[in-house]
């Protein structure tokens, strides 16, 4: 909140608080507020706020503020990548981050870095946890709703910071890996890429089956006896091993199922001499926005000693992977049925989408027939267009409605 709202209408002032954090404060005069019959006593109250005009420290996607690590480098008006980094069962955000070390990252690379806690267990040790796949880890049958908060989140940066909508990641730990397969599995559209240290997607492929697909990077320790790197379960519930778990995800996003490993091995385990972890690749057939990639540590276990590169190196394939791919674009436009380019009319729209452009992409500008404006309607994914209906496109089942800067369009690829 700023000062003067509610603040002055609550008769409050605000002092700074004994840390050099100008978003940080302390209720300094004694009161209460009355809603109806209930008051509540307000002295010495924690209160967070952000000076007018300031980036946000905290958001709140439901359950309490959420701390926002924001680069130096953050300007509203250029979109900037979001991180999200899940912790493991019984652990913290901040115990993750400790870890990991992702902050110092976010400032060099230059994006908005968020590292939430899960909720807590209402019975048992009163853990921590994530209610990702069915395997890991709402084990006392909590409501099943971290999808929708950390969907929750997403939005509100986006609402507060300039995100950029094409570069979403997850990055989870054990708990927090399964929770990010979930996430890739239910928001597809949102998510560009998930890397997972030590966790599995779903067991049975039918319960994931995402309708836009999302880069998966998966690294795993070989001698893992946590979370087995062939597979297992935990109280029962079944998860698939790490290549049943890459492989699946490859097949979801078009790939041939046939393992590239002529790339060098890489250093992910301090604890390890040399280059011990193997590198995975399902590229072959791929969409180009759905590569699937498997870095195996060799001997490593479910805590690995991270290298000094570990981090950064999930942060390169991360930034390597958007959800859209920069490239060439062919414009043309549309009027009744006729659709082309200056040069060159198609007479249909699959005829343009199959036209050889730049880099295999087309970008039709024109009215939409909506609101009479102009709109940029994208095709992204589809090898044909089906129909045509009340002047909005309508693809292969591949293809979503979408919205880009306030424009109504439509993703398809070919």
Known sequence: MTLGSPLATWGLTLTPALVNDPGFGIVS???????????VDLTQIEIFYTPAGAPPDYIDG???PVAVHTPPSYD???????????????????????????????????FLYLHPDGRTETEGDFEQFWSGTDACCNFYGASDDDDDYLLALIDEMKSLFNVDDQRVYLIGYSNG????????????????????????TFFDPLDCQPPDPVHVLQIHGTSDGTILYAGGDIFGTN????????????????????????????????????????????????????????????????????????????????YAHPKSIDESWVDFEWSGAKYGTEDKPFDTLTEAANATAPAGHVKIKGDTGVNSSSETLTIERA?????????????????????DNNRSGFIARR
């Open 76 to 110: 509203p008006e250029t979109p900037m990548p979001l991180v999200f980094l899940l912790h493991g069962y019984t652990a913290s955000g901040a115990i993750q981050e400790s870890y990991m070390q992702f902050t110092p990252l976010a400032d060099e690379f230059g």
């Open 239 to 318: 998860y698939p091993g790490a290549v049943a778990t890459v492989e699946q995800w490859a097949a979801k996003n078009g790939c041939d199922i046939v393992a590239d490993t002529s790339a060098p091995n890489i250093d992910l385990d301090g604890g390890i001499s040399g280059t011990e972890s193997t590198v995975t690749r399902y590229i072959s057939n791929c969409n180009p926005r759905g590569v699937t990639e498997l870095w195996s540590i060799i001997g490593g276990g479910h805590i690995p000693t991270l290298s000094a590169t570990f981090s950064r190196q999930i942060v390169e394939w991360l």
């Open 29 to 39: 005069e004694l009161t209460t507020i009355k809603a109806g019959t209930e008051s």
């Open 383 to 403: 090898m044909t267009i089906e129909a045509v209906e009340g002047s909005v496109f309508i693809g292969s089942p591949e293809a979503r409605i979408f919205e």
């Open 62 to 64: 439901g359950r309490g």
């Open 177 to 200: 890996g399964f929770m990010s397969y979930r996430m890739a599995c239910e928001n597809s559209d949102t998510i560009a890429a998930i890397a997972s240290l030590a966790g599995a």
